[in-house]
Each structure stands twice: as C-alpha cells, then as structure tokens.
C-alpha cells in the first residue's frame, strides 16, 4: 500500500516514516506540511492511503479533504490528531478513519490495514482507535493536545 504523510511537526513525520518503513507491504511514498504540499504530492503519487494531521495548515479541513478525493479517487484518508475532540469534525467531512497521536502504533497500522483493504471502516473499531484501544472510553479529552 502506497502512503502519503501530511503533518506539520517534524517528529511525528520521522517516527510515522520509522513505523511505516518497518511494514513490509507498505510503502511511504511522500510527506506535506501543509495542505499546498499535500495536495501536489497526492497529484503526484496518488497514494492509496493519506494520513493526514488533522491541524495541518494552509486550508479549511471541509475544502481540503474533498479536494484530495477529487484529485485521487479512492484515496483512504486517516485523520490524526492528538485532540480527540477532532474525530467529530473528521466524521463528520467523511475522513475514513481517526486515530489519535497517542494512540499506540499498533492502532494505527491496524486502522492503515482495515480501511486500504475494504475502504470501510466499522464503528466498533473507530470507536477503539479514537479510545486509546477502549470502546467504552471513545469521548473526546478536552485535556489532551
């Protein structure tokens, strides 16, 4: 599976690359900053899966996101945020799945694995990804950054 990674803090783009570079059926194909670089390096690669950094600047989530479905159909777009209050306004636009920052990696390649192999995500399993792994504590944290 092809990624593309979107955020703006340098650290998590090196430790998602370190994640993603150890998986071998997964292939990081680009990284943005911002919502200009991210939608020239989808035009580019056409990756199957964009995770993409829920605060990344340059354009309004509810543009940005139709625009990257529109330049590559099909994409899998994966929000991230370590404000889990975002997984509303990530559903609402249509993402297909949230995973928080804190989440543990494991999280994450499993949300990579359900939504580039079906394109769906399940509820249940979104609710345990924004929860830190439990479905019973799925509301956000105003607390946590």
Known sequence: MRILIADTQPKVRF???????????LEVVGEAIDAESLLEEVETACPDVVLLGWELPGM???????????????????????RLEAHRAASKLGVDAFVSKSSPPDQLLAAITRC??????????????????????????????
Request: hydrophobic share 35%; proline share 9%.
């Open 15 to 25: 430790a998602l690359q370190v994640l993603l570079q150890r998986q071998p059926d």
């Open 116 to 145: 580039g192999c079906s394109g769906q995500t399940q509820p249940a399993a979104e609710a345990a990804l924004t929860s830190g792994g439990r479905p019973d504590k799925a509301q956000p944290d105003e607390n946590q950054t």
């Open 60 to 82: 309004d989530m509810d543009c940005l996101v139709p625009s990257l479905r529109e330049s590559c159909p099909g994409i899998v777009i994966i929000a991230l945020s370590g």
